[in-house]
């Protein structure tokens, strides 16, 4: 077959510019970067041979050796493992066919020192080798295919494919190097690069230099067989930044070996940065399965639940059997008992950290709560557990705040643990749905995950105390105590002594004008300072809800709210005294107006856009609202 050139995907192009411009400072990774992807090859084809030991027959030792040639100027990192075709070099090499990748770009800044830790989030890979060699030449064959591959690229813009006959078994990547990159031909260089970041690497990496055998550089053993005093933390460190593809530091580590009916070493890791594909669809799980140190998926489903996918590592048991097939794994009863133990390890972990660490805890809350808050609903067997590890930010002050802390501050006569949803906290705190809890002094939850509306739904109680949406029906707010503080009882007062004229007249005009675009009209005991606010009725669809499923094209209709007035609002006053001699077209448009203001304050459009436009300029033109309006 002719060789080829192809042009890069526009992504890649763009990684590779701010990859090789924003990483300048830590250019030896690229070394960790390609032994790391050798290693996983190796793997693969290792699990592969299980059932098909032809494909390993002519050379069954898996190694990783790098070669440097002073005289050529390059370097040659080369692995026996499971090797690419053409499609696979055009797939891994010139795309990046990886959730996350759009995110990643819309975040980078073009500020190296900002774009570093997005690109530690992200990974690098092999396109990191562009960092030191002006051009990087290929040379594959995939395990059981009569012929090989060679690919070259100098990184900008383009690569070429063409057939290669002779090619070995694997991967074989040859860095020509920049000028001012000689260190990496250097043995000490070689042997410091590898111990630093590439030791715990289960495969041999040897150095071959000329006619001199070959040395081993590493240790070459798994790390998660090895006593946990025997490991530092940089090792550690080392092998999360390997198996996680990841350049963030680990916010935690765990690493223990189960025995019993069941045995299995767990090596398990929590990034302290977001990965990308964190909210992809798929949700998939990142711990990698091994069985007696051979590697078996990267993707098995039912090893840890999808709601702590953050979760990076391996777990290796040699009691399942090693020729078991992925299919065969998700009904596998030894892997309940092993995802069981691993859950319990982690949920117990966590409540440590919370107990003891609550800021490092309040910073884990604030990457993943998100995440561990789809345990609510979808797991129902651990839900106990979570509930202790939730935290919300509160009307109460800044911070975060558990379910113990909002139940010691509840007020007298309070039966519901109340709460908002919304897309933004600072402007949820500002809802006017507030008022009348603010004015009793009532503490309520900000939440803004999109979650938050659907496992809310799930929890019906903690302890004794349900939970109750703002947003739904009457507010409740008569049996508790009043409030404490001066501010609060002035905020009370206005509430409680607030003028209630005869609103039957104005109920009535509004009612037939806004017609079916409203549920209801009816008096407020929640608001003190706003003149009107929609809220859902009793067993209808939250509103915020409601507006997720539309944005997501789940929902097509719009469900017709409750419209609340607040009899004490000079507003309100006013247009009841009007009301009094029947409809009128000044009522009519102030009452188009109040809907229009009670839907922007939720998030939502006017009814009619253009109307409200001409309605507002009409009103701010006559000035027919009466001062203090």
């Given at each position: 077959m002719a060789e080829e050139k192809l042009s890069f995907q526009a992504e890649v192009a763009r990684v590779l510019d701010i990859v090789v411009h924003s990483l300048y400072s830590q250019k030896e990774i690229f070394l960790r970067e390609l032994i790391s992807n050798g290693s996983d090859a190796c793997d693969k084809l290792r699990w592969q041979s299980i059932t098909e030991p032809e494909l390993i027959a002519d050379d069954p030792e898996f190694r990783i050796t790098l070669t440097p040639n002073k005289e050529a100027r390059t370097l040659t990192v080369a692995d026996n493992g499971i090797g690419m075709n053409r499609e696979d070099l055009i797939e891994n090499l010139g795309t990046i066919a990886r959730s996350g990748t759009g995110e990643f770009l819309k975040n980078l800044t073009g500020d190296s020192k900002k774009?570093?830790?997005?690109?530690?989030?992200?990974?690098?890979?092999?396109?990191?080798?562009?960092?030191?060699?002006?051009?990087?030449?290929?040379?594959?064959?995939?395990?059981?295919?009569?012929?090989?591959?060679?690919?070259?690229?100098?990184?900008?813009?383009?690569?070429?494919?063409?057939?290669?006959?002779?090619?070995?078994?694997?991967?074989?990547?040859?860095?020509?190097?920049?000028?001012?990159?000689?260190?990496?031909?250097?043995?000490?260089?070689?042997?410091?690069?590898?111990k630093t970041y590439s030791?715990?690497?289960?495969?041999?990496?040897?150095?071959?230099?000329?006619?001199?055998?070959?040395?081993?550089?590493?240790?070459?053993?798994?790390?998660?067989?090895?006593?946990?005093?025997?490991?530092?933390?940089?090792?550690?460190?080392?092998?999360?930044?390997?198996?996680?593809?990841?350049?963030?530091?680990?916010?935690?580590t765990l690493h223990y070996k189960a025995e019993g009916a069941i045995e299995y070493t767990g090596l398990l890791y929590i990034p302290s940065q977001k990965p990308f594909d964190l909210f992809q669809p798929d949700r998939k799980q990142h711990v990698r399965l091994y069985v007696?140190?051979?590697?078996?998926?990267?993707?098995?489903?039912?090893?840890?639940?999808?709601?702590?996918?953050?979760?990076?590592?391996?777990?290796?048991?040699?009691?399942?059997?090693?020729?078991?097939?992925?299919?065969?794994?998700?009904?596998?009863?030894?892997?309940?008992?092993?995802?069981?133990?691993?859950?319990?390890?982690?949920?117990?972990?966590?409540?440590?950290?919370?107990?003891?660490?609550?800021?490092?805890?309040?910073?884990?809350?604030?990457?993943?709560?998100?995440?561990?808050?789809?345990?609510?609903?979808?797991?129902?067997?651990?839900?106990?557990?979570?509930?202790?590890?939730?935290?919300?930010?509160?009307?109460?002050?800044?911070?975060?705040?558990?379910?113990?802390?909002?139940?010691?501050?509840?007020?007298?006569?309070?039966?519901?643990i109340y709460y908002i949803t919304g897309d933004d906290r600072e402007a949820i705190a500002q809802s006017p749905l507030l008022e009348g809890y603010r004015a009793k002094g009532v503490e309520v939850l900000l939440l803004t995950d999109p979650i938050d509306e659907f496992w809310v739904a799930n929890m019906p109680t903690y302890k004794e105390f349900s939970l109750k949406s703002v947003a739904a029906g009457g507010a409740d707010l008569k049996d508790i105590k009043k409030?404490?503080?001066?501010?609060?009882?002035?905020?009370?007062?206005?509430?409680?002594?607030?003028?209630?004229?005869?609103?039957?007249?104005?109920?009535?005009?509004?009612?037939?004008?806004?017609?079916?675009?409203?549920?209801?009209?009816?008096?407020?005991?929640?608001?003190?300072?706003?003149?009107?606010?929609?809220?859902?009725?009793?067993?209808?669809?939250?509103?915020?809800?409601?507006?997720?499923?539309?944005?997501?094209?789940?929902?097509?209709?719009?469900?017709?709210?409750?419209?609340?007035?607040?009899?004490?609002?000079?507003?309100?006053?006013?247009?009841?005294?009007?009301?009094?001699?029947?409809?009128?077209?000044?009522?009519?448009?102030?009452?188009?107006?109040?809907?229009?203001?009670?839907r922007i304050v939720e998030g939502e459009a006017p009814t009619d856009p253009v109307a409200f436009g001409k309605r507002l300029a009409k009103v701010m033109q006559l000035g027919v609202a009466p001062a203090g309006a």
């Open positions: 774009d570093i830790s997005l690109i530690g989030q992200f990974g690098v890979g092999f396109y990191s080798a562009f960092m030191v060699a002006d051009t990087v030449e290929v040379i594959t064959r995939r395990a059981g295919d009569a012929h090989g591959w060679r690919w070259v690229s100098d990184g900008t813009g383009s690569f070429t494919v063409a057939e290669h006959e002779g090619a070995a078994r694997g991967t074989t990547v040859t860095l020509h190097l920049k000028p001012e990159e000689d260190e990496f031909l250097e043995e000490f260089r070689l042997r410091h690069v590898v030791d715990h690497i289960a495969i041999p990496v040897l150095l071959k230099q000329g006619d001199e055998e070959p040395q081993t550089l590493n240790e070459a053993s798994a790390l998660w067989t090895r006593p946990r005093n025997e490991i530092s933390d940089e090792q550690y460190k080392e092998f999360y930044h390997h198996v996680a593809h990841a350049f963030d530091e680990p916010w935690l007696n140190r051979v590697f078996i998926t990267d993707d098995c489903e039912g090893l840890v639940p999808a709601w702590l996918r953050f979760v990076r590592g391996v777990v290796d048991s040699p009691d399942l059997p090693l020729n078991v097939s992925r299919e065969m794994l998700q009904h596998n009863p030894l892997l309940r008992k092993i995802q069981n133990g691993l859950v319990n390890k982690l949920l117990g972990e966590l409540k440590k950290k919370a107990e003891n660490e609550p800021e490092a805890y309040a910073t884990f809350w604030e990457t993943f709560g998100a995440v561990l808050k789809e345990g609510m609903y979808e797991d129902h067997e651990r839900r106990d557990k979570l509930t202790d590890l939730l935290r919300f930010h509160t009307t109460h002050g800044d911070g975060l705040h558990s379910f113990a802390d909002y139940a010691s501050r509840m007020k007298e006569g309070q039966k519901h409030a404490e503080s001066e501010e609060a009882k002035d905020e009370e007062q206005k509430a409680d002594e607030a003028p209630k004229e005869d609103l039957d007249g104005l109920i009535t005009v509004l009612k037939a004008t806004l017609g079916e675009k409203v549920k209801d009209v009816r008096p407020s005991d929640r608001l003190t300072e706003s003149p009107v606010c929609l809220v859902a009725e009793e067993g209808d669809m939250p509103m915020h809800l409601e507006r997720l499923l539309r944005a997501h094209q789940q929902k097509d209709t719009e469900t017709p709210r409750v419209l609340e007035i607040n009899p004490g609002h000079a507003l309100i006053k006013h247009m009841a005294a009007k009301a009094k001699s029947g409809p009128s077209p000044e009522l009519e448009d102030l009452g188009f107006l109040l809907l229009d203001q009670a």
